[in-house]
Every structure is written in structure tokens, then in C-alpha cells.
């Protein structure tokens, strides 16, 4: 497996980047300000709003680089992408599965199971944990429930049933998010999903991580050579990385609502690290945005054991673990998506 | 057989790496993956000099030329030879701008030592080929130059030989017009395999995505 490197976030909304000899210069009102060398960068995330230089752009394109342009509120703004992910089969292979409903939703079902399976085992792992402190039956239930949507999901060949069990299942396991915060109660609940914008803090925080995570499964679809916007449960919608969400719904809740979780259940985040704006609308002040994704990093650094290929490896090549088998699938090396299991 | 049309060659070079694994020639020229390594890289830097198609020095009676493209319509390959040398001799054919008759040796510059496979003697006799369809006379030897032990080898040209190339460019185009990149046999030569992050030849001896997704689901 290769090795994970480091993704360079840039959240100074003034900052240009620009390419000085093998590093990335980082220059605020025409002084540069710091430099970081490419080659141990696996890709740039810029919250900016002066972008890169072409210069900068081509050094990462030969190098694998992804560089990605978020909004100051970390909308994706864009990606910038190199020809060298050239393997037209395989993208031909995606388009036509993605274009027949009944092929699709074999993939899709296995994404789902997946989510499914990971949003079990973050309820599970909730009543080890915290036994004492939450409604350990009424987490059983949900547990079961999940079991038994698991299960059904396998005999599905449609996608809009399988969407139904889905959406079934995903509202009944986070209905008990706010349960499973554990802390900072009067300033971190959770009510429902809202977003663009997020109303309330924590929904502000999963849509950040959310954006991180879909950010570094397009980055590693891409660099298999698939097409990230080509989706298989998630159909075709201009500028929609489809085939990211898709893949994302596995790790949502182990990777990101988790993560979200243990930020507020550890403290690490504060009601002062949020402003609430007139419309409603929630923002997260530059220092927490720093904050947020130095903890990210170091979650990326942790190790798991990948289920299928038995091997070592870091939490922040997981996706790109998934993109590969995925495109092993449809080369036809394997004989079906193995979803990323997680306990 | 009609000849393949130019815009169907494969790369002479291929053969190399469709004898050291079908699968991995099948992913670089197929799937167009590519990872360099330090084998990759130090190659691509013996090479430099070698190529320099701009060099062309006469010595005595041997002509030496530099980055040769070369191609061969009846097999479907296309290349460069690293130095052909052509010596003045009575058998030969007369060539542009010389006097006299020569016949062409194809020499082949490769890192390291002479291998056990023969793979490098494969490329060769496929440069061979190339020139001999092309210059329409025989090319009965050639030579490999390793630059471990900094010694030339020479090889025979045989009739043999020569089959066993047409037979795998025969091969080649075969799974190049149905896209196939086979499942082969993992083994020890997996370990110095520059694809090896992307071909994940374990992968190949796994248990059944059903079997795992239906084992996993029971726990």
C-alpha cells in the first residue's frame, strides 16, 4: 500500500500560492510567509480566495498533488486535476454500469451495507464505552434495527427501495447523535441535519469534516483513474462529485461523525469557537478551523487493520483503499465491492 | 496476415515487461498506470546518453548510430534502439549517404546484470526484427551492454528466437484489442515489481468479496 502523505490546508483567506524551487511559498501582501516542500505533500486544501499560480498548479499536477479550492466557508469551489489518470476503459466501464439501474444498485447496496454496518458499530461501541451515561436499550434497539435494514438491503436490486431502507435506517441512527453527546450539552445538541447553512454548532462541525472527508475520497477516486462525479447511488447532477458521496456514506459515520463526537465529548471545541450570525447562520472562527484540522491530521495518522486486505494501514488511506478495490471491481479482478467494515 | 496500421503499434519495449509479468505489461500499456521507482529512474538516466538521436560517430569501418526509432509493421511494434552499429560488410545493404554495404547490430544498454529470464534478449531480437523488415537484410547477432558489470554480451539471432517474439507481440496485440489485463500467478518477482501498490497482487489469492461481505455481516 502506498504511503499516506501530508495534506497541506491553507486557511488564511489573503494567502496566494505560489511554486519557489520544490516547495509551495505561501505569500501574504507580497511577502512570502512560509514554505513547505512537495514532495512530502499528498494534496493542498486552500480556503482562500487568491488561489495558486499556474506554476504551482503544473509542479502538483506532475506530482499527484491534488489541489483543492474551498470557499472560506469550505464550499468546494473546485478541483484542479492532471491528465495522467488516462484509463479511458475504466471510466467507460463506470459510465455504463452508472447508466444501467440494476448494476448500479449491486454497488450501491454494498455502499450501504457498509454505512449501515459502521453506524452499528459507532451505537455499539457507544454502550461499551459509556454503559452508565446513555439509554443502553434504547441504543440496542436502534442497534437491531440496523441489523435487520443490514440484512434486508442484501435482497434489493432497486435503488429507490434500497434509498427507502436506507433513508429508514440513517434517520433512526441519528436520532440518537444527541445522545451521544456527552458534554457542553447546553451549547453542542443535535436536533436534525441542517445545512447551508448549518444553524447550530453542530451541525457546523459535520459540515466541515463532511466537506474534509468528501474532498479526500474524490482526490482518491480520482487518482485511481475514476471519474469522482459519476455516481452509482447518488445519480448525475451538475458539479455533484456523485461517486465521492457515494463512497463517503461508509465512512460518515466512523470517520466523520465520530470524530465530530470525541471534539465535543473531549472538549477540544468550545462554544467561543463559534459565531452565530443574524440570518442564523453558524460560522467557525479561523483559529478553531486551524485547530479542527491539526486533530483531523492526527486521526488521518492513526492505524487500522483494513478488513479485506488485512493489512496495516493509516485511517487517511482508507479511502483511497476503497477507490482501489472499487476499480479492481470493475476491472473485473474482483468479484464484487468489498464496503469498508469497521467495529 | 495484413500488417497492423500505425496507429495500432504497441511499444517494443513492452516485451520486457509482458515476459517479466503479462499483467504488469498489461497495466502500464493498458491501463496506462505508471509508477516510478528507483529501477525506473536510474534507467531513464543511463538512457540519456544512449538516446541522444543527434550523435552519430564513424569509427573505422563501423558506423554508430544513437536512438534508432524502428518499427515493424508485421508484428505491431514500434521502438527506439539505444546504438546500432553498422558494419561495412560484403552481405550487407547500402545505406544513405555511405559508401559500401553494412549490416546493422542492434546494442541494447540495460542497468544492472545479465538476468536469468530473457526478457533483454527478447527486446533485442525484437530490434532485430524491426530492422531487418525495415532495411530488408539480415541482422543474424546483436548485443546487450550491462552496465553492472560493464560488459557486452553478445546474442545469436536465431530463427527460434524470432518465433517466440512473433508469437508474443501476437499475444500482446491480443489482449491490447480485448483490454484484458489477465489475473497471472503471483510469485517472488512480485517483490521488485514497480506496480505493486496499484496491482496489489495479493489481492489476486483473496477470499470472495460474497464470502467476505456474507462473514463479515454475521459478526
Not at chain 1, 474532498?215 to 469522482?228: K, M, P, Q, R
Request: aromatic content about 8%; glycine content about 6%.
Amino acid at each position: 500500500m502506498k504511503k499516506l502523505l501530508t495534506t497541506l490546508y491553507i486557511t488564511m483567506p489573503d494567502a496566494y500560492l505560489a511554486l519557489k524551487g520544490e516547495n509551495v511559498s505561501i505569500i501574504k501582501d507580497d511577502e512570502s510567509i512560509g514554505r513547505v516542500p512537495l514532495h512530502n505533500l499528498e494534496g493542498i486544501c486552500t480556503f482562500g480566495r487568491q488561489g495558486a499560480s499556474p506554476a504551482l498548479m503544473a509542479a502538483c499536477i506532475e506530482r499527484d498533488i491534488a489541489i483543492t479550492f474551498l470557499t472560506t466557508n469550505g464550499r468546494l469551489r473546485g478541483r484542479v486535476i492532471g491528465p495522467s489518470n488516462g484509463n479511458v476503459v475504466l471510466r467507460k466501464t463506470q459510465y455504463r454500469i452508472s447508466d444501467d439501474e440494476k448494476k448500479s444498485a449491486e454497488i450501491a447496496r454494498h455502499f450501504l451495507v457498509g454505512k449501515l454496518y459502521n453506524s452499528k458499530w459507532t451505537l455499539e461501541r457507544m454502550t461499551r464505552d459509556h454503559g452508565l451515561r446513555i439509554d443502553v436499550e434504547k441504543f440496542k434497539k436502534t442497534s437491531t434495527y440496523l441489523t435487520e435494514s443490514m440484512n434486508q438491503l442484501m435482497s434489493i436490486d432497486d435503488l429507490e427501495i434500497l434509498r427507502g431502507v436506507e433513508g429508514n435506517a440513517a434517520s433512526a441512527y441519528f436520532s440518537l447523535m444527541d445522545d451521544m453527546i456527552l458534554q457542553q450539552k447546553e451549547d453542542f445538541f443535535f436536533k436534525g441535519r441542517n445545512r447551508r447553512p448549518p444553524l447550530d454548532n453542530v451541525n457546523a462541525l459535520l459540515s466541515l469534516i463532511y466537506t474534509l472527508l468528501a474532498t479526500d475520497v474524490g482526490a482518491a477516486l480520482e487518482a485511481v483513474g475514476l471519474d469522482a462525479y459519476v455516481g452509482f447511488l447518488h445519480r448525475d447532477r451538475p458539479g455533484r462529485m456523485s461517486l465521492a458521496l457515494d463512497m463517503m456514506e461508509e465512512l460518515r459515520s466512523v470517520c466523520a461523525d465520530r470524530f465530530v463526537l470525541s471534539l465535543i465529548n473531549k472538549k477540544q471545541v468550545q462554544a467561543s469557537d463559534f459565531v452565530k450570525k443574524e440570518s442564523g447562520a453558524v460560522l467557525m472562527t479561523d483559529e478553531a478551523r486551524k485547530k479542527i484540522f491539526e486533530l483531523w491530521h492526527n486521526k488521518k495518522d492513526e492505524k487500522i487493520t483494513h478488513p479485506f486486505l488485512k493489512e496495516k494501514i493509516s485511517w487517511g488511506l482508507v479511502p483511497h483503499a476503497q477507490a482501489m478495490l472499487l476499480a479492481r471491481f470493475l476491472r473485473g479482478d474482483l468479484d464484487a465491492y468489498p464496503a469498508f467494515f469497521w467495529k | 496476415m495484413t500488417d497492423y496500421d500505425a496507429s495500432e503499434f504497441l511499444l517494443l519495449s513492452g516485451i520486457q515487461h509482458f515476459q517479466f509479468c503479462e499483467r504488469q505489461w498489461a497495466l502500464i500499456h493498458i491501463e496506462q498506470e505508471w509508477e516510478e521507482n528507483v529501477l525506473t529512474i536510474e534507467g531513464s538516466h543511463l538512457h540519456e546518453k544512449a538516446d541522444d538521436p543527434f550523435i552519430r560517430e564513424k569509427r573505422k569501418d563501423v558506423l554508430y548510430v544513437r536512438g534508432l526509432p524502428i518499427h515493424s509493421s508485421k508484428m505491431g511494434l514500434t521502438g527506439i534502439c539505444d546504438v546500432v552499429e553498422f558494419h561495412q560488410d560484403e552481405n550487407g545493404v547500402p545505406l544513405q549517404g555511405e559508401k559500401g554495404r553494412y549490416l546493422p547490430i542492434p546494442v541494447e544498454y540495460k542497468r544492472g546484470k545479465p538476468k536469468k529470464d530473457q526478457s533483454d534478449i527478447l527486446q533485442l531480437v525484437a530490434q532485430a526484427i524491426c530492422l531487418e523488415d525495415m532495411l530488408y537484410c539480415p541482422v543474424p547477432s546483436g548485443a546487450l551492454y550491462y552496465h553492472e558489470i560493464r560488459r557486452r554480451v553478445e546474442i545469436e539471432i536465431t530463427e527460434e528466437l524470432k518465433a517466440q517474439v512473433r508469437e508474443t507481440a501476437k499475444r500482446m496485440h491480443d489482449y491490447y484489442r480485448r483490454r484484458h489485463t489477465p489475473r497471472v500467478k503471483t510469485g517472488k518477482h512480485c517483490k521488485s515489481c514497480s506496480l505493486r501498490h496499484i496491482c496489489l497482487p495479493e489481492l489476486l489469492t483473496k477470499e470472495s468479496v460474497a464470502s467476505y461481505m456474507k462473514r463479515m455481516m454475521a459478526e
